[in-house]
């Protein structure tokens, strides 16, 4: 029994399985593609070609966009703000997937595919046009 | 040559005159810019409002309807129940005479519909225009109940191909929303222009709060009814004509 080996025997073991874990781990870093962050799971493919930066930090919009739009909504709906930086059609027209002009209908699309891959329900598009329509906004960011 | 040039800058000196000039009552080519910036929220100071002149409306005209169901992105082709946020309707009198005019949302001051939601999705803008926050109905229809002019519709199906500019979906209620993207661009509500561009000019568009617009003077110059004025519900929508 293992209880009966004596603690040094039982300390070389962790060693060994450590370099084990080791030696496969750094390898599979290795081959991780450039550019893209290492991870052993697969990330969503988004087909996002706008050009320029977003209307605010790229990793700030990933935890916040859906604060910022329903706080825009609440303010374009009861008062009548349309300021477009933080609009959700501003959001369509630039991130619309440059084939289909649209952010959902696949996996590529620029909403559906994270919000899939994520699993969270997107349901902004059941009422709001999911097509980039650039004449329709006021006119440039407000 | 010099003759010439004289003569063009006359005829350009008159043009820009007559875009000044108002086309029809309350409508001009260029208006001088008034409109709040799109920061800017909705005031109390103003009320929007409409008043139709019933005679000029013509009972085989529905260009305001049409141009609606376009503004909107409705159905064009109708159900027994799809949204219809403005209507025509025949009014006959006892000797058996007969006018035609438009019936939408009234944009009431106390408006019954705000009063049974069970939600706060029907509510009225600081402006006065009456509308429904879809993100918060829950499509119980109370409002329809409620409304006395009956221009609420329930969405029954899926909706696709939205207008960017209105939103629209299955399970909610909504009515007309007086154009509010438009007004909010400083333009008027597609059936005013609609009307206007179909010749009749029968439908006037201004602030009722402020004494001095077209529609002001012209409810204070002729007489106007509201729809249904024995509920008190003091409607932005006037008529002239019944």
């Known amino acids: 029994m293992s209880r009966a080996r004596s603690p040094a025997g039982s300390v070389c073991r962790r060693w060994v399985v450590l370099v084990a874990l080791l030696a496969v781990a750094v390898p599979a870093q290795a081959d991780a593609p450039s550019g893209a962050r290492a ?55 630039c991130h619309a997937d440059p084939k289909t002009g649209r952010v959902t209908g696949s996996k590529d699309a620029f909403c559906e ?30 | 040559m010099k003759g010439v040039d004289h003569a063009r800058r006359q005829i350009l000196a008159w043009g820009a005159a007559m875009a000044g000039v108002a086309i029809a009552p309350g409508i001009t080519l260029f208006d001088l810019a008034h409109g709040r910036p799109p920061s800017e929220p909705a005031s109390r100071t103003k009320r929007w409002g409409m008043l139709v002149d019933v005679n000029r409306c013509s009972a085989d005209c529905n260009a305001c309807v049409v141009a609606c169901d376009r503004e909107n992105g409705l159905p064009t082709a109708k159900t027994a129940t799809s949204a219809q946020w403005i209507r025509k309707v025949e009014l006959k009198d006892i000797r058996g005479a007969t006018k035609s005019l438009p019936m939408m949302c009234q944009h009431c001051a106390e408006p019954p519909c705000v009063d049974v939601c069970p939600t706060g999705a029907s509510f009225k803008r600081a402006d006065g225009i009456v509308l429904v926050d879809r993100h918060t109905c829950i499509g119980c229809r109370y409002c329809m109940m409620a409304c006395p002019y009956k221009a609420r519709s329930f969405v029954h199906e899926p909706v696709s191909d939205q207008k960017p500019d209105v939103p629209r979906g299955k399970g909610c209620v909504e009515s007309c929303t007086l154009c509010v993207h438009r007004i909010d661009r400083d333009q008027l509500p597609a059936c005013v222009e609609a009307c206007a561009a179909s010749g009749h000019h029968a ?5 009722l709060n402020d004494p001095g617009s077209e529609i002001s003077k012209r409810i204070a110059a002729v007489a106007t009814r509201q729809v249904r004025a024995d509920l008190k519900l003091d409607t932005g929508v006037r008529y002239q004509g019944i």
């Open chain 2, 203 to 207: 439908i006037l568009f201004g602030d």
């Open chain 1, 39 to 93: 991870s052993r799971v697969p990330q969503p493919t988004v087909a996002a070609t706008a050009a320029g930066s977003c209307v605010e930090d790229t990793a700030f919009m990933r935890r916040n966009h859906m604060e910022l739009i329903r706080h825009q909504r609440d303010l374009t709906v009861h008062e009548g703000i349309r300021t477009t930086r933080h609009s959700l059609a501003n959001c369509v027209n």
């Open chain 1, 113 to 142: 595919g994270c919000h899939s891959y994520a699993a969270v329900k997107l349901d902004c598009f059941e009422c709001h046009a999911d097509r980039a329509q650039a004449a329709t906004a006021t006119g440039s960011a407000r």
